[in-house]
T-cell receptor, first 114, second 113 residues
């Protein structure tokens, strides 16, 4: 069964600190992996996308890594800000024609404190 | 704003009533998706349109749910005879024909009393 698991479920850090969120998946064959940020009560917003051949992708203070061999990805947030408080969702697309299907993780809820 | 829009943002209804939600995708996007998200969970796929054709429906979409995209532009999701278990955030997303990144709307929060 295609699954996406994220850890930790929730995380509290102080403003300015770094943190790393984890994503493990069993989706196979694999097309690409995305990280989305979802503010409370809002729709998810895409942060990064990586295909199986990419190891890392950055978007400002967000850096995603991918190890397709171990089926693991991480999202590293540098110098956290209060506005980083949100849920971060790992999304994996299986390899199918059209690659439209998204398989969502349950997310990591991050809280950044002043 | 040329992003995905959804209306209404919030809906409170009594059990047994019918509700209809609307989604306006990004104008050049051919694909439109509906998801349901409950608290603390990731979105769950409900259904998907390519232009006006509904190409896939999840088994989550019971016969009380119906979605349409009559002209290949906006879409509606109707829930008949609502139940308390239907309370959730209903998200709409759109993407281009090549199945690229899905862009999500702000969602419609449904509360069934």
């Amino acid at each position: 069964k295609n699954q996406v698991e994220q850890s930790p479920q929730s995380l509290i850090i102080l403003e300015g600190k770094n943190c790393t969120l984890q994503c493990n998946y069993t989706v196979s064959p694999f097309s690409n992996l995305r990280w989305y940020k979802q503010d409370t009560g809002r729709g998810p917003v895409s942060l990064t996308i990586m295909t199986f051949s990419e190891n890392t992708k950055s978007n400002g203070r967000y850096t995603a890594t991918l190890d397709a061999d171990t089926k693991q990805s991480s999202l590293h947030i540098t110098a956290s800000q209060l506005s980083d408080s949100a849920s971060y969702i790992c999304v994996v697309s299986p390899y199918t024609s059209g690659t439209y299907k998204y398989i969502f993780g349950t997310g990591t809820r991050l809280k950044v404190l002043a | 704003d040329t992003g995905v829009s959804q209306d209404p943002r919030h809906k409170i209804t009594k059990r047994g009533q019918n509700v209809t939600f609307r989604c306006d995708p990004i104008s050049e996007h051919n694909r439109l998706y509906w998801y349901r998200q409950t608290l603390g969970q990731g979105p769950e796929f409900l259904t998907y349109f390519q232009n006006e054709a509904q190409l896939e429906k999840s088994r989550l979409l019971s016969d009380r749910f119906s979605a349409e995209r009559p002209k290949g532009s906006f879409s509606t999701l109707e829930i008949q005879r609502t139940e308390q278990g239907d309370s959730a955030m209903y998200l709409c997303a759109s993407s281009g024909l090549t199945g690229g990144t899905q862009y999500f709307g702000p969602g419609t929060r449904l509360t069934v009393l």
